[in-house]
């Protein structure tokens, strides 16, 4: 066990535990090792950061997390529920019903107002339209986007929307909060801006959030920080302790 895992919250605030999980890409003869061996915790009640240098497996993670792609070998844990043993359709339920992602691009639904775009998780777990709608222009109003519920994605700003984003995560209230950069396609004041409504709206302790960068300006919002390098994690340690450089 982690050193460090004494003085942290009890086990049942373990929210994803990965274990020596492996994730090859076949790519013909020349096979890429995107996780090799890798283990990683995130606990309810924390903001943990996947970080290091693009390419080192920080979205693969991320992605086999989710369950949206398979592994080679080990185990994932969401929740105590290990993804290894549910079908493909359990996969999806479950994920639709307890992750909220926000994407590195949005993916805002261009046809959609702002309303409805973050209506979607609530139209898909059987919502009835206008129910589903007033929870939108609820959380809507928390972001400050309470006067653009009518708009539509492509009227707002790169910072409007990436909130549009993180409404549209939040509003089904899932346990499990992930962000894929979110400080990529933004300027530096606005991402932070961003960082800042995720640790206020998202840092609950019945939630995990994983935030994956590696934008060293943003680190200190996190708890704790797992460093990837080459596939591996090579280091994990609160966020206090984590030196830059
Ligand atoms: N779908 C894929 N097919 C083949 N190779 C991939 C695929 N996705 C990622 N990779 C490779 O796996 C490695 C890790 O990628 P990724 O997890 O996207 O890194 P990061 O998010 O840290 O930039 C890279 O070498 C990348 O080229
Ligand atoms: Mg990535």
Redesign the pocket.
Same mark, same amino acid.
């Given at each position: 066990m982690n050193p460090h895992d004494a003085s942290r919250a009890g086990a049942d605030s373990l929210a994803v535990a990965v274990r020596n999980v492996t994730?090859i890409?076949?790519?013909g003869d020349t096979p890429?090792?995107? $996780?090799r061996d890798v283990s990683f915790e995130a606990r309810c009640g924390e903001l943990t950061m996947?970080v !290091?240098? %693009? !390419?080192? !497996?920080?979205?693969? $993670? $991320? %992605?086999v997390i989710c369950g949206t $792609?398979a592994i080679d070998s080990g185990t994932i844990s969401v929740f105590g529920h290990d993804l290894g043993g549910m079908s493909v359709a359990e996969i999806t339920g479950f994920r639709s019903k307890n992750v909220g992602f926000i994407f590195q691009q949005f993916n805002l639904i261009p046809t959609l107002s702002v309303m409805e775009n973050v209506s979607i998780p609530l139209i898909l777990q059987g919502w009835n339209y206008r129910k589903a709608e007033e929870k939108a222009a609820s959380i809507l109003a928390e972001v400050g986007l309470g006067n653009r519920l009518n708009s539509f994605p492509k009227q707002l700003s790169g910072g409007q929307q990436q909130r549009v984003a993180i409404s549209r995560a939040l509003v089904h209230d899932p346990k499990l909060i992930i962000c894929?950069?979110p400080t990529a396609s933004l300027d530096a004041k606005t991402g932070l801006h961003a960082l800042e409504l995720l640790k206020k709206s998202a840092c609950r302790p019945d939630r995990c959030v994983i935030v994956?960068t590696?934008d060293s300006r943003i680190f200190s919002f996190a708890d704790w920080i797992a460093e990837?390098e080459d !596939?591996r994690v090579v280091r994990s340690c609160p966020a206090a302790e984590f030196h830059h450089g």
């Open positions: 994730k890409f076949p790519n890429t090792y995107a $996780l996947i !290091g240098p %693009s !390419g080192c !497996g920080k979205t693969t $993670l $991320l %992605s $792609l894929d950069e994956v590696h990837m !596939g």
